[in-house]
């Protein structure tokens, strides 16, 4: 009787918890895009300078680069497929590209759109054309968000 009721008791919490887990890992990497993209536009105003973030989905990473250097001189690399994050990068879209950048005014390329999941979550990132800072929208299922492969999100539900 007490294994069945640790059983079942069990059986009900670790979803939960793995369904906790990846809704606090999506949250940690997605206040870490904002962050580094707040940055990324805060140096290249302050320096007058481009900057940039550029993303990888193949390698669940993005890289801060000044100017027109070369990724393997990026200020910061952020690997989102490693801990604390374990999230995997999914479509990235800055107006066909998966680059961001900032010029010497802080003025972005383009708005665009940047997705992070686990295997059971999303969450969507949209950068304003304006001013390039992201907002995080709400974490959903990852049958509630539909992506095409050019990167498009068609669609959102909880």
Not at 8 to 33: E, G, K, M
Not at 42 to 52: G, P, V, Y
Not at 88 to 94: E, I, K, P, S
């Amino acid at each position: 009787m007490v294994v069945a009721t640790i059983a079942i008791t069990a059986a009900v919490a670790v979803p939960r918890f793995a369904a906790s887990t990846d809704r606090r890992r999506l949250s940690l990497a997605a206040q870490r895009v904002v962050l580094d993209a707040t940055a990324a536009r805060e140096w290249a105003r302050s320096t007058a300078r481009a900057h940039r973030l550029e993303f990888s989905s193949g390698r669940d990473r993005y890289w801060t680069v000044p100017g027109v250097l070369p990724v393997s001189q990026a200020v910061a690399t952020s690997v989102l497929h490693a801990e604390p994050f374990n999230v995997d990068l999914g479509a990235v879209n800055f107006a066909g590209t998966r680059i961001l950048t900032f010029n010497g005014f802080g003025v972005p390329s383009s708005g665009g759109s940047v997705v992070l999941q686990t295997h059971t979550r999303r969450v969507l990132l949209t950068f304003d054309p304006a001013t390039g800072l992201p907002s995080a929208g709400p974490i959903v299922s990852t049958l509630a968000l539909t992506v095409t492969p050019e990167g498009d999100v068609i669609a959102a539900r909880r």
